[in-house]
């Protein structure tokens, strides 16, 4: 079974802060891990993945996570909040022992992410 | 291609009535999912189809809940008797067979009243 907890459903950065939004994991095989961003009424768009090689993953808009093995933990961040940032944020894993990362997803409950001007 | 495409995207239905909604994936993807996600949580997993093949439903998937993907092609998710608990965004996905990566459609929200 696998499982994801995001630490804090609502966090509010000032434009140009750092952003720290928190994902940790729990999965008994090796996970695939994800970060999807939800504008409101829009569907789910990959910010980033890891799957194997390199901890540290660059995706889309300056985002950046890095998984930590020995901390379960898959935390997204990003140097400078922009005011285009602001959105709902999930964490998800899915079964890294099968396929290329197209198996079932399983969501955190979100963290949605207010930039204060 | 323009993506995973789902209609319609707006549904307002009243309790006890039936509703359908459908899926269009990139057409090259041979995986299909549907997800449901409520108010304040993440999607949660219902179904996915590989070709025409349904492979896996969700505990979450009641008898009142059927997909079909007859052709491999485009999905659809039927609803009958809807009651307010059902009320959710539904989101469709498609994956292609390598390489990983799901693509989203923009969802289908249900209003049961």
């Known amino acids: 079974a696998q499982s994801v907890t995001q630490l804090g459903s609502h966090v509010s950065v000032s434009e140009g802060a750092l952003v720290l939004l928190r994902c940790n994991y729990s999965s008994s095989v090796p996970p695939y891990l994800f970060w999807y961003v939800q504008y409101p009424n829009q569907g789910l768009q990959l910010l980033l993945k890891y799957t194997t090689g390199a901890t540290l993953v660059k995706g889309i808009n300056g985002f950046e996570a890095e998984f930590k093995k020995s901390e379960t933990s898959f935390h997204l961040t990003k140097p400078s909040a922009h005011m285009s940032d602001a959105a709902e944020y999930f964490c998800a894993v899915s079964d890294g022992t099968k396929g290329f990362g197209n198996e079932k997803l399983t969501f955190g409950t979100g963290t949605r992410l207010t930039i204060i001007p | 291609d323009t993506g995973v495409s789902q209609d319609p995207r707006h549904k307002i239905t009243k309790r006890g009535q039936n509703v359908t909604f459908r899926c269009d994936p990139i057409?090259?993807?041979?995986?299909l999912y549907w997800y449901r996600q409520t108010l304040g949580q993440g999607p949660e997993f219902l179904t996915y189809?590989?070709?025409?093949?349904?492979?896996?439903k969700s505990r979450l998937l009641s008898d009142r809940f059927s997909a079909e993907r007859p052709k491999g092609s485009f999905s659809t998710l039927e609803i009958q008797r809807t009651e307010q608990g059902d009320s959710a965004m539904y989101l469709c996905?498609?994956?292609?067979?390598?390489?990983?990566?799901?693509?989203f459609g923009s969802g289908t929200r249900l209003t049961v009243v």
């Open positions: 057409s090259e993807h041979n995986r």
């Open positions: 189809f590989q070709n025409e093949a349904q492979l896996e």
């Open positions: 996905a498609s994956t292609p067979p390598r390489a990983g990566g799901y693509t």
